[in-house]
C-alpha cells in the first residue's frame, strides 16, 4: 500500500520509503527472513487475522486489532491532521472534533485507517458527526476532491499528505489547521495465529537499539527514545 515517504511502489515493484529502510535494517539485524507483500489496507488487515499475512507496519493500538494481533514497541510517530484549502483559512474554527458536525465541514477519510479514540466514538455514535464524513481509499482522489470544493477537508497523516501534495503538482494550495485531531505512536502489528512472541520480543529488542541510532535519526529526524517515554 504506497503510504509516502514512509512506503511506495506498487505491485510491479521493489518497495522503497522511510519505514521499508527501517523494516530491512530491523528484520535483517533481527534475523527474520521477511518478503514484501502488496495488499489494500483493509485487506491487510482481513489477513492478519486469519494469520495469512505475518506481519503489517504503519499500525495504531486498537482493543479490537488486539483480539488477533500483537504489537511492536512503537517504531515512530504519527500526527492526523485537517488539511483545508489556503483560502479557506478563516472560513473554519475547529478546537474540538464536535466542531466538525456543529460546523457542517465536509471531512474525506481513508477506508479502515485509525484516527484516535474520540474520532471512533463519535463515527459510531454520532449520527451528525458521522453523516459529515466521506470514505475512500484512493488518496489522490481525496486531494483532487478538496481541490475542487467537493470536500471542505482532508483527514490523515500530516508528513504523508504534504508528501502527496508535492507529488501532485499542488504545493501552495492547502493548509493544516492547528486542532490535533490524534497524534500516535505506530506499530508493527503481528498475526497472533502465525507469529510466536518470542520473535516479537528479539524484534523489538532490535528496533529499541536501533532508535538510539544515527540511522534512525536521519530517517525520521527525531529521537525514538522520546516515544518510548511516553508508553504506559
Known sequence: MPFEPFMEGDITEEPTGLDIQLIDKVFSEAHCQYKFVYLP?????????????????????????????????????????????????????????KDIAKQQMRVAVHLGAFYGKEFEQLKENDATFAETLFTTTDDST?????????????LH??????????????????????YPVNDDPIHFM?????????DIERINKVVIKIGKTRFYQKLYHYSLSSILEKRP
Open 41 to 97: 489496507w483493509k485487506r491487510s488487515i482481513h489477513e492478519i487475522r486469519y494469520g495469512r499475512l505475518d506481519m503489517i507496519s504503519l499500525a495504531s493500538i486498537t482493543e479490537e486489532r488486539r483480539s488477533f494481533a500483537n504489537f511492536s514497541v512503537p517504531y515512530r510517530f504519527e500526527q492526523m491532521r485537517l488539511m483545508i484549502k489556503v483560502e479557506d483559512k478563516n472560513k473554519w474554527r475547529i478546537n474540538s472534533l
Open 142 to 154: 481525496r486531494l483532487r476532491m478538496l481541490q475542487y470544493g467537493r470536500i471542505d477537508a482532508v
Open 157 to 178: 497523516d500530516k508528513t504523508f499528505l504534504e508528501s502527496r501534495v508535492k507529488k501532485m503538482g499542488l504545493d501552495g494550495k492547502f493548509i493544516f489547521l492547528d
Open 190 to 198: 503481528f498475526s497472533k495465529i502465525s507469529v510466536p512472541i518470542d
